[in-house]
């Protein structure tokens, strides 16, 4: 009777291991899908000597953008954002710019410069001419991680309209 219950526990505690090990490695991918997360943002800067929009990575994880959209009152779209502001800026000089990102991959911290002045370049008319028309502009960015998670996130660029309306800070994320 005794070697029959021994020879058991060994098949049970074998069966318990093997429980453990399966839920070890759940936890275990769970946890590394956790730790190469992207968190993909829109950052705009407004200062007297710079204007610039940025799309930035705060994640630990590679972003791969999938696509960017660039709306002006929700009508007019592309996915260069200098196209929807050339009138504005009068074929000016600008600092900075880029045009398609598509399958462009951002490391964690890092940034993508969607579009910069340095105002000293821009008389205070146009200044404000192009703050107007950024304030109108929506830009929504889809990305995936390397799991081909998608995400998005969208924000509205009212921040540059602060001196002459109400603007709303929010960025919208999601998962997809």
């Known amino acids: ?9 060994e098949i049970l505690i074998s069966i318990i291991a093997i429980i453990i090990s399966g839920l070890t490695i759940y936890f275990q991918q769970k946890h590394n899908k956790n730790s190469v997360k992207p968190l993909g943002g829109i950052i705009i ?8 929009i940025k799309i930035v990575n705060s994640g630990v994880g590679p972003l791969i ?5 660039c709306k002006f009152d929700d009508e007019e779209s592309t996915s260069i954002l ?8 009068e074929n000016r000089y600008v600092n900075n710019f880029v045009e398609d990102i598509v399958n462009r991959v951002i490391s ?11 105002n000293n370049l821009l008389d205070d008319e146009i200044k404000q001419k192009l703050r107007k028309k950024l304030s109108n ?17 969208r924000r509205k660029l009212d921040f ?15 998962k997809i």
């Open 1 to 9: 009777m005794i070697e029959i219950l021994k020879n058991n526990l």
């Open 160 to 174: 540059f309209g602060r001196h002459s309306k109400k603007c709303n800070r929010v960025m919208d994320y999601k």
């Open 45 to 52: 800067e407004d200062y007297e000597n710079k204007i610039s």
């Open 82 to 89: 200098i196209e929807l502001l050339k009138e504005t800026l």
């Open 137 to 153: 502009i929506t830009i929504e960015l889809r990305y995936k991680n390397i799991y081909n998670e998608n995400f998005s996130v």
């Open 108 to 118: 964690p911290n890092g940034k993508i410069v969607l579009f910069e002045i340095k």
């Open 65 to 69: 953008v999938k696509e960017l959209i």
